[in-house]
């Protein structure tokens, strides 16, 4: 298929990963589907760059292998402030730390094995009464998959701007040469933000500041970690540092008439989470069952269920982040409790249920989040390393 074929079941604008997924989803379904970007691959983007277990297995089933030799596999997460330290494996496998650039081109080698037709470098315009240019060409479709991105002009177009809420924070990335120190994503948590440290290779590591501050970049903020400006002291920078506006934004709708939203068009969370990617690939294969049954409102009913776990989640790590007291104070008592730490883990990457979690540990995690008396550091003989 290619622009000669000017009708199409779905026409999908916007190439990055959750484009990509969208469009083998579709595929697989039985759909004739179209890719257009105006953008040439492959597509980077400002992000931690971590693969949780469960992304893995969602990319899994949407037929993309992402290998250890793409970048490099971790096993847990690690949270460190200047006082406290805690650290847990992944109960359902392991993450790889993978370029963002080395995953748009895995998926995109896929999408095109599999016969995806993709348009690059296209000029798209979104016409009155749903009409739709690729290039000067009117292009028919049944539907149209809005997966531009968080600033999304499909959003804009159909009118499904309207959202509950709506929060932004600035991330900004560098790539280091070093060879990388531990097999866990580490969180470093300084006054102005958290740094996102995963291993994307035998001799380079990724480092994302995600902060409330636009006017600060990674250099200004390394000195409130001391223990990772130590790491990165004598560490080249290979790559500029990149920069992006990282959302959280829940919409009401994602879908309206012929129109439907994934990825970050159809709302995000804040990049703490790390789930962003997870949530887009789930959303590709629920679009896919919605539009083989011709019902939006499954899909918006999905959708809204994939987030609810990562919106959760998101919630308590900004309540970290806003209240420095609240984080000094919850990274002690589980630096003192790993097990609490590991169940929290647990809960994120879909292993354990929220609910379990509340009724089974949340009481006496809560409870001693309010008893324990600060302290200036805890030994560091209470880090989970198992």
């Known amino acids: 298929m290619s622009l000669a074929d000017n009708s199409v079941d779905a026409l999908i604008i916007g190439g990055g990963p959750a484009g990509l997924a969208a469009a083998l989803a579709l595929h697989y379904a039985g759909f004739r589907t179209m890719v257009v970007d105006s953008r040439r691959p492959p597509l980077d983007k400002t992000c931690g760059e971590g693969l949780m277990p469960d992304a893995l297995l969602s990319l899994a089933r949407l037929g993309v292998q992402v290998d250890p030799a793409d970048g490099a596999e971790f096993t ?5 402030d200047d006082a406290s330290s805690v650290e847990a494996k992944f109960p359902n496998g392991v993450g790889i730390g ?15 094995r599999v016969g995806v037709s993709l348009v690059w470098d296209a000029k798209v315009q979104l016409g009155v009464d749903g009409n739709v240019f690729v290039n000067n060409r009117r292009i028919s479709y049944r539907w149209l998959v809005g997966a531009d ?6 959003r804009r177009w159909a009118g499904l701007e309207q959202a509950r809420s709506l929060e932004a924070r600035y991330g900004f990335r560098k790539h280091y040469l070093l060879h990388p120190w531990t097999d866990r994503v580490e969180v470093h948590w300084g006054s102005r933000g958290q740094f996102y440290v995963t291993p994307i290779g035998a001799d380079q590591v990724c480092v994302a500041l995600v ?20 790491r990165l002291r004598d560490a080249t920078s290979v790559a500029p540092e990149r920069g992006a506006v990282t959302t959280t934004r829940k919409l ?10 994934v990825g970050d068009a159809s709302g995000s969370v804040d990049a703490v989470t790390g789930e962003g990617m997870a949530m887009s690939f789930r959303q590709a294969v629920a679009l896919a069952d919605a539009l083989g049954k011709s019902d939006l409102r499954s899909y918006q009913s999905t959708h809204d269920a994939i987030g609810k776990l990562p919106s959760a989640m998101a ?7 806003r209240y420095p007291s609240v984080r000094k104070r919850a990274l002690q008592v589980m630096a003192a409790s790993p097990q609490d730490f590991g169940r929290l883990l647990s ?16 009481p006496a995690f ?14 560091s003989a209470t880090i989970l390393r198992s």
């Open 76 to 80: 847990g997460i690690r949270f460190c």
């Open 98 to 112: 993978v370029k963002r650039t080395r995953l748009h081109h895995l998926m995109l080698t896929h999408a095109k």
């Open 149 to 154: 991105g968080q600033s999304s002009s499909v």
């Open 211 to 230: 902060t409330r501050d636009p006017r600060v970049r990674i250099d200004d903020v390394l000195p409130e970690c001391r223990e990772l400006q130590d």
């Open 252 to 261: 009401v709708r994602v879908a309206q008439g012929s129109v439907i939203l």
């Open 315 to 321: 919630g308590l790590l900004l309540l970290m982040d």
């Open 347 to 362: 809960v994120h990457v879909g292993h354990e249920s929220l609910s379990h979690f509340a009724l089974t540990t949340a």
């Open 366 to 379: 809560g409870w001693r989040l309010l008893t324990t008396p600060a302290v200036a550091s805890v030994p």
